[in-house]
C-alpha cells in the first residue's frame, strides 16, 4: 500500500519533525496535545464564519454566536470596521491583550482616548477567546461593544481631542453610529450568522415550557359561565339549551382561535401534542401550568368575555377581537369559515 505523500503545510511539519531529536518531537506532541485540550474547553461557537461576514459600511465584519447566545465580532472586524489593518500593530493583539495588566485593545489604546474611556467600557473590552465552529480558538468582542467605541471616537472629535492620524477613524466611527444602534447590531449579527432562525426557536421553545405542563393537572372549572351565554348570542343560538351540557363541536374549534390561538405563539399546537399523550380525551387548558398557562388564560377570559358583550353578532365580535388580541403569526390551520375567521 503506498505512502500518502503530505501536502500544503503538513510538508513543512514533516520537515521540521526529522530535524528534531526523539525528546524534542515528544515534547512538540505534548504541547499540540494540551493545546487541543486548552481549546476543548473553550466556549463554543454554534454559528459564523470568515465566509459570511456584517457588511457594514464597506468593512466585512466576521461574527459569531457562542452557546450561550453571545454575540461576538473579531478584533480584526474591529479594526476593519474602524477603518483600521485588520491585525494589530505592535503586539497589541487579543491574546497579548488577554494577558496584560493594562487590557486596553488596540481601537481604544491612543492616549488621547483615555478621558473618554469609562470604568465600564473598560472592563468590556477585554477580549472573549473562544472556538470557532470548525474549532479554532479565536478571540472576540461582544457585538454590542462596537456602537460604543465609535461613540468614544466621536466625543473625542466633539472635544476637540482627535489626532490627526485618527481623522479617517472617527470618519468610519461617523458612518458606523448612523447605521447601527445597540440593539439593532444584535439582530445584524444574527442575521449574518444564521443565528436568527435558531434564536426564534428557542425563544418558541422557552414560551413552550412556561406554558404547557408535562403532567396533566387537575380538573378545575376555567371558563366562566357568561363565556358560553355570549357564545350562544352571538352564533344566534338558544341559550340556555335543553340540555344544559350541550355545546356545539365546532365551538371546540372557535375557541382554539378565540382562546388558545391568541395567548402565546405555538401554544395550541404545544398543547395538542402534549394531550396526546393522555390516556383519556381531555380538556386543552388541563395540559397548561399552574405557575404561567392558567393565569394567563384567566387574564385572556377576562377580556374575552368583555369584547363578547360589547358585541352584537360573531363578526362584531371577531373583528373587535382581531384588533385587541391579533392570533400569534396569524395563521391559521383550522376549519373555520372566513367569517368566522375575521
Not at 65 to 91: P, Y
Not at 106 to 126: M, R
Not at 227 to 249: D, I
Not at 312 to 317: C, H, I
Amino acid at each position: 500500500m503506498a505512502t500518502q505523500k503530505p501536502v500544503g503545510k503538513a510538508i513543512g511539519g514533516v520537515a521540521r519533525a526529522s530535524n528534531m531529536t526523539a525528546s524534542e518531537r515528544k515534547a512538540a506532541s505534548k504541547k499540540m496535545v494540551d493545546a487541543k485540550r486548552e481549546i476543548a474547553k473553550l466556549p463554543r461557537a454554534t454559528h459564523g464564519s470568515t465566509d459570511s461576514p456584517l457588511l457594514v459600511g464597506g468593512a466585512e465584519l466576521v461574527c459569531y454566536v457562542l452557546e450561550d447566545g453571545t454575540r461576538l465580532i473579531t478584533q480584526g472586524g474591529f479594526l476593519s470596521a474602524l477603518g483600521r489593518a485588520n491585525k494589530a500593530k505592535g503586539g497589541k493583539g487579543a491574546t497579548i491583550v488577554e494577558t496584560s495588566v493594562d487590557k486596553t485593545p488596540s481601537f481604544l489604546a491612543a492616549n488621547n482616548l483615555k478621558p473618554f474611556i469609562s470604568d465600564e467600557l473598560q472592563e468590556a473590552t477585554t477580549p472573549i477567546a473562544f472556538r470557532t465552529p470548525l474549532g479554532q480558538k479565536a478571540f472576540g468582542y461582544r457585538a454590542d461593544l462596537l456602537p460604543k467605541v465609535c461613540n468614544v471616537y466621536l466625543q473625542a472629535r466633539d472635544a476637540g481631542a482627535v489626532l490627526a492620524s485618527q481623522l479617517h477613524i472617527v470618519k468610519a466611527a461617523d458612518t458606523l453610529i448612523r447605521g447601527l444602534a445597540e440593539v439593532g447590531i444584535i439582530a445584524l449579527v444574527d442575521e449574518a450568522t444564521g443565528y436568527q432562525k435558531d434564536r426564534e426557536k428557542d425563544a418558541l421553545a422557552k414560551v413552550l415550557e412556561a406554558f404547557v405542563a408535562r403532567e396533566l393537572q387537575p380538573y378545575m372549572r376555567t371558563f366562566p359561565v357568561d363565556y358560553y351565554q355570549n357564545l350562544f348570542r352571538l352564533r344566534g343560538l338558544k341559550y340556555p339549551p335543553e340540555n344544559p351540557k350541550f355545546r356545539p363541536q365546532y365551538f371546540g374549534l372557535l375557541t382554539n382561535d378565540i382562546v388558545y390561538e391568541r395567548i402565546a405563539p405555538g401554544l395550541l399546537d404545544g398543547l395538542k401534542k402534549q394531550a396526546l399523550k393522555d390516556e383519556k380525551k381531555a380538556h386543552l387548558h388541563r395540559r397548561l401550568t399552574q405557575e404561567v398557562g392558567h393565569p394567563k388564560l384567566r387574564e385572556h377570559l377576562a377580556s374575552v368575555v368583555t369584547i363578547m358583550k360589547l358585541s352584537e353578532n360573531y363578526p362584531d365580535f371577531i373583528g373587535k377581537l382581531n384588533r385587541i388580541h391579533q392570533r400569534f403569526g396569524d395563521t391559521m390551520h383550522l376549519n373555520l369559515e372566513e367569517a368566522d375567521r375575521g
